[in-house]
């Protein structure tokens, strides 16, 4: 079993910044694929961004491609995800998943139990 702890989401104006963190309670060097995913009110989940645990390979929403980076530090059990020039439509719970392939919401086995990001215009 892998716990994910999510943390670093607040209130910030759009254009500004964020840096999401997740430590699992493990190691994630065997997890295959660690995300991040996001869900707004009244909308279904969605795949935000992917790094696989040992190769370098990462997966990003179109969405968010060019203004979001999902990083690793396997030393530390944890992903990152930096977010730059935040838009209100960015505005969701963000959650961590680990376990699962690309974007792929149903593939992921493990879930944290998210952060909120709300972004004023």
């Known amino acids: 079993q892998v716990q994910l702890v999510e943390s670093g989401g607040g209130s910030v104006q759009a254009g500004g910044s964020l840096r999401l963190s997740c430590t699992a309670s493990?190691?994630?060097?065997?997890?295959?694929?660690m995300g991040w995913f996001r869900q707004a009110p009244g909308k279904e989940r969605e795949g935000v961004a992917s790094?696989?645990?040992?190769?370098?390979?990462?997966y990003y929403a179109d969405s968010v491609e060019g203004r979001f980076t999902i990083s690793r530090d396997n030393a530390k059990y944890t992903i990152y995800l930096q977010m730059n020039s935040l838009e209100p439509e960015d505005t969701a719970m963000y959650y961590c998943?680990?376990?699962?392939?690309?974007?792929?919401?149903?593939?992921?086995?493990?879930w944290g139990q998210g952060t909120q990001v709300t972004v004023s215009s």
């Open positions: 790094i696989h645990t040992t190769v370098d390979s990462t």
């Open positions: 493990g190691t994630i060097a065997n997890k295959n694929r």
């Open positions: 998943a680990a376990g699962g392939f690309g974007l792929r919401t149903q593939s992921y086995n493990y």
